[in-house]
């Protein structure tokens, strides 16, 4: 391991040797004059004030001066020490900071983590932009801190001894004269004043990453982020899926953790700037720090002046059940300190009662009994203590209801089921609500706090177990009416055989052999009764709308179970009808994939034509990349994730599914994002199965312009290079934040496609990058996406890559060729894409030349 050293003699422009004034020297001068003592001495003296003050102070960096490789800056107060250093047994060299005099080495921040130096020439300059600026051997900047919107004067960077390295203004010292700082940056490391969360105004996410091994600092798998999903609530994330979750704050701490670590304050603060967690100590004197190792658990370490060894506060172990969602939904996770328990809440029976009796939890639990909402005063509440609350994405808060208040706004919305108080200091203020499942839910044997849980009227009395009599009396009543009803009709089949005749024609509309024709090994797909649907959206309630595409409106609803469903149904106005609908159900019922929207069953009765899909709740990618204020909230490690996601999805579709499918109508507003940003490919009601040939030919055209190839377009020629075209003006809008169709290159009245050809043609593809993305992202990764995008978008299909190489190329696993000229990249269309839809709705009429 390289160390670094820590002697005052290396610091950048180290003050120069200065003879001693020994006693030797003054005794053999001392028949000097005193007027000749003073002026010698005032001489010494002002030739030692001008050395002096040519110097770089211990803690800071000057405009054109720098530190190479050996040399530190150390802190005002001798604590922290910025320098470069090699982990473990590597030799790569990085740029970072860490404690002084710790044994072992604590680095806590690392500028180059994901670029490191391969050799002992390093060295770290600020500009006069105050850009600090990592150069290697040959020159090359490897690393830079961001460029500030901020006026720059007489820039100069500090390392404080929180660890924090700051680039300032002048002399400035209030949080506006800083222009740059690396807690905006963390590393694995959470330390003291350090903010995990978000600036809503700028959409810069701070969170905290682990390394990926012990010897390699760059970005891991692991990441602590503030999910502003509902409630904020702070998560461990492992890649796109929630490995762990501690919590939403409850006016003292996160609900999730045992309380703050002693000597520490922890802080919220959510206001329209800003959210954010972090936490201060009380004795200055002690130090504490966070950090995520490469594995994914997290450890408190902490040490005094008088250690030279961190301790380990807390190691971060977990039991099993602060896995997320160990339980399933529903359901409340125990541990006894040697195994974990789950038990259904209260009212709720287990989804897969076999499963569960051998302690197979995952399914979770489901209602016993639905709530009543035409009379759903009459439902009460069971109260959790010592409880973890559960997982705030989906939910609803007020800062300003009392518990009472809260208790009745969840009464008056059929879908609430559970409330608490927001805030629990001083008797609790606030109000908070859940809706549908609940998820990840934890009981503690001290500390957490009080959960309501919504109980239906029939599970009231008797510690739950229902009236006996109310039972009873329902029972009679409801068998009753349907005897009524079975009476009425046996008389109206034998007085009148026309009923009879038009009675079994209906029924036979609603089978759906007689629709579809198809043997039953082809469609093995459930089927709804449009009662259960209707009121699993609340009649199609507008308030339950999630938006319309062009085969009609689609509708969130809650079946009897508690699963939350998007409900696509056939709009009497639409171009789309029988034929689109088939189609669905006939592919995508037979494709199964993580990056494919699930197709749960269908409903055909009389003129209606429903689909029911698995519920997503972050609903289509539109409505992230293209809106103002949402897009700030999508990290470019989310976008990145998401663009190899939908290519995954159209491998499987194009070459690994048992049929292969064309979508042939590939947008962002197709694309689905379910709870932790996955995408998924949706809405295959103009999809196509495709042998073995290489091209197909169709007189109907069917898409989205913006999205459609050139061959296609205009001569209704179709093949997977049409989806490939497709999936390249995605990865080009998710990249730049803009539509290609309505962006418009005001120099050069280009689309987005020939904005993105003429920035690659000169040069400058960077530019491309959406506005809310420069200030954090991974420069080659983005150069990389916008260079497989515009290879996906070359005019001829023969030149653009199959979906099989696109994969390995966004992973820089394959080597990319120049791209040409892409298709369509004009601002003004030609005559045939005048014809096109002047809307986002899928077409489906227009006819090929």
Request: hydrophobic letters at 35%.
């Amino acid at each position: 391991m390289h160390l670094p050293m820590h002697s005052q003699d290396r610091l950048l422009n180290a003050k120069p040797h200065l003879p001693e004034f020994s006693s030797h020297f003054i005794a053999s001068k001392f028949e000097y004059t005193m007027g000749h003592s003073i002026i010698m001495l005032c001489t010494w003296f002002f030739l030692f004030s001008i050395i002096s003050g040519a110097s770089t102070s211990p803690d800071s960096l000057a405009v054109s001066q720098s530190i190479h490789d050996g040399e530190t800056l150390v802190s005002a107060g001798g604590i922290t020490e910025v320098g470069f250093f090699s982990p473990g047994n590597s030799t790569r060299r990085y740029l970072g900071i860490w404690f002084t005099n710790i044994s072992p080495l604590t680095v806590v921040w690392v500028a180059n983590r994901n670029k490191p130096l391969e050799n002992n020439s390093g060295v770290l300059k600020l500009n006069e932009k105050g850009i600090l600026v990592l150069l290697n051997s040959t020159n090359s900047t490897i690393w830079s801190s961001n460029i500030s919107s901020k006026a720059v004067n007489n820039p100069i960077a500090h390392l404080l001894d929180s660890g924090n390295f700051i680039v300032k203004n002048g002399q400035q010292t209030n949080e506006d004269g800083v222009l740059w700082q690396s807690f905006d940056y963390p590393g694995d490391t959470h330390l003291p004043e350090m903010k995990i969360g978000w600036n809503l105004e700028t959409g810069l996410e701070r969170y905290v990453s682990s390394w990926k091994r012990v010897d390699d600092p760059a970005e891991g798998e692991y990441a602590v982020k503030l999910d502003l999903r509902g409630y904020p609530q702070i998560m461990i994330f492992k890649g796109p899926d929630i490995k762990s979750r501690a919590g939403s704050w409850n006016g003292l701490s996160i609900v999730g953790n045992p309380g703050p670590i002693h000597e520490t304050e922890p802080k919220f603060v959510m206001n329209e700037k800003e959210v954010f967690y972090e936490y201060h100590v009380l004795d200055r004197s002690v130090f504490f720090v966070y950090k995520l190792t490469p594995s994914g658990t997290g450890q408190t370490l902490f040490w005094t002046p008088q250690t030279s060894t961190p301790q380990v506060a807390s190691t971060g172990e977990q039991d099993q059940c602060e896995n997320y969602a160990f339980c399933g939904a529903n359901s409340i996770c125990i541990y006894d300190g040697n195994h974990p328990t789950c038990e259904c809440l209260r009212s709720y029976i287990p989804k897969s009662p076999d499963q569960w009796n051998i302690s197979i939890w995952r399914n979770g639990c489901v209602p016993r009994n639905k709530s009543n909402c035409n009379n759903s005063y009459t439902d009460g509440f069971f109260k959790y203590s010592h409880m973890k609350l559960p997982d705030t994405s989906s939910s609803w808060f007020n800062t300003t209801m009392n518990l009472d208040e809260c208790q009745m706004s969840c009464l008056k919305n059929c879908s609430c089921t559970a409330y608490a108080n927001l805030d629990i200091r001083d008797g609790g203020s606030g109000c908070l609500l859940w809706f549908n499942t609940l998820a990840d839910l934890r009981k503690f044997s001290q500390w957490g706090q009080d959960l309501y849980i919504r109980i239906p009227d029939s599970e009231l009395d008797h510690g739950g177990h229902g009236n006996i009599k109310k039972k009873i009396v329902g029972i009679t009543i409801g068998a009753t009416v349907f005897g009524l009803f079975i009476t009425c009709v046996c008389i109206l089949v034998i007085k009148n055989p026309v009923w009879t005749r038009v009675y079994c024609h209906n029924a036979q509309i609603q089978c759906r052999k007689e629709y579809f024709r198809l043997r039953k090994e082809d469609m093995d797909l459930p089927t709804y009764e449009l009662s259960t649907i209707a009121k699993a959206t609340s009649n199609f309630s507008n308030r339950n709308k999630l938006g319309e595409g062009g085969f009609g409106p689609v509708y969130k609803g809650t079946l009897i179970d508690g699963q939350e469903v998007a409900v696509k149904r056939n709009s009497k106005m639409s171009d789309q009808g029988l034929e689109e609908f088939k189609n669905e159900v006939a592919l995508i019922a037979n494709l199964q994939h993580r990056n494919l929207v699930k197709l749960l069953g269908c409903c055909i009765q009389g003129e209606e034509k429903l689909l029911i899909y698995e519920y997503l709740p972050n609903k289509s990618l539109d409505c992230f990349i293209f809106d103002e204020a949402r897009s700030k909230l999508l990290a470019w490690h989310q976008r990145f994730h998401i663009i190899v996601g939908i290519a995954r999805g159209l491998l499987y579709l194009h070459q690994d599914s048992r049929l292969r499918i064309i979508h042939r109508d590939l947008k962002t507003s197709n694309i689905l994002l379910d709870a932790q940003m996955n995408p998924k490919i949706s809405d295959f009601g103009n999809a196509r199965t495709f042998g073995d040939q290489i091209e197909a030919k169709t007189k109907k055209v069917v898409g989205t312009y913006g999205y459609m190839p050139p061959e296609y377009a205009v001569h209704g020629h179709y093949s997977v290079k049409s989806d490939v075209f497709g999936f390249g003006v995605i990865i080009l809008e998710i990249v730049s934040g803009n539509k290609n169709r309505g962006f418009s290159d005001p120099e050069h009245s280009l689309n987005l496609l020939g904005h993105a050809w003429r920035l690659w043609t000169e040069e400058r593809p960077l530019e491309l990058i959406d506005t809310h993305l420069r200030e954090r992202c991974v420069p080659f990764e983005v150069l990389r996406c916008i260079h497989v995008g515009l290879l996906c978008v070359q005019q001829k299909p023969g030149d653009r890559p199959d979906m099989s190489s696109v994969i390995p190329m966004l992973n820089g696993e394959k080597l990319l060729h120049q791209p040409k000229a892409p298709g369509f990249y004009t601002g003004s269309s030609t005559r045939t894409c005048n014809l096109l839809s002047t809307n986002e709705m899928s077409l489906t009429i227009l006819e090929a030349r």
